[in-house]
């Protein structure tokens, strides 16, 4: 398995994990194992992070929300030391939704308050459109709904000229960081121009 990560990260998991309110674990996603970090009890608050973060961008909000919630934030796939399957299609949105069932069906729960930053809240926006019963609210941060972000790589030249990068991601020659993957597996590729995305 590929890793992410670094050793710094490492350490500041086992510190945040060290910390008396904090615990963590592992829970069965799609295809892969996914550490986590949690703190509290009661309702669920499931965090997902984007690149380059991890679980400890939320350690303020799990020390927060773990006053009264069961406040979780895992490391996604290819983010150690959660599994970092090496294959496109084990990034593909089906199976990280599929990730987002195994985190609510490890802790027992049928719906969750849903909070996402960068490419978590994409796959954050994906899994409420596409199971709405197991989504008690939504919190987006940073994030376009997936549908404005479509329209607009196909339509508007300067959200094109920003997003150069996702078109480099997808194109890269390997060997390459496990997590370009996710760009890889998106249906939404980014065109190099207006002429391009009309010809989509």
């Not at 997902?48 to 020390?63: K, T």
């Not at 996604?76 to 294959?87: C, V």
């Not at 719906?111 to 459109?129: E, I, K, Q």
Request: negative net charge; glycine residues 8%.
């Amino acid at each position: 398995m590929a890793t992410v990560v670094g050793p710094s990260i490492g350490v500041a998991l086992a510190h945040a994990t060290a910390e008396p309110s904090f615990e963590s674990g592992y829970a069965a996603g799609d295809g892969a194992r996914l550490f986590f970090v949690r703190a509290g009890e009661g309702p669920l608050m499931l965090f997902l992070h984007g690149h380059p973060d991890n679980a400890l961008l939320y350690e303020s909000q799990l020390r927060e929300f773990g006053r009264d919630h069961l406040a979780v934030a895992p490391n996604l796939h290819g983010y150690t030391p959660s599994n970092a399957p090496e294959a496109v299609e084990a990034y593909a949105m089906p199976r990280l939704l599929g990730d987002v069932h195994g985190l609510l069906d490890h802790f027992g729960m049928e719906r969750c308050t849903l909070v996402g930053n960068d490419w978590g809240g994409y796959v954050a926006w994906v899994f409420a459109s596409a199971y709405p019963t197991r989504v008690e609210r939504l919190i987006i941060l940073n994030a376009p709904h997936p549908a404005v972000f479509l329209r607009k790589v196909r339509t508007n030249p300067a959200q094109i000229k920003a997003s150069p990068y996702e078109r480099e991601y997808n194109t890269a020659a390997g060997p390459y960081p496990v997590w370009y993957n996710y760009y890889r597996a998106d249906p939404i590729k980014v065109p190099a121009s207006i002429e391009e995305a009309a010809a989509i």
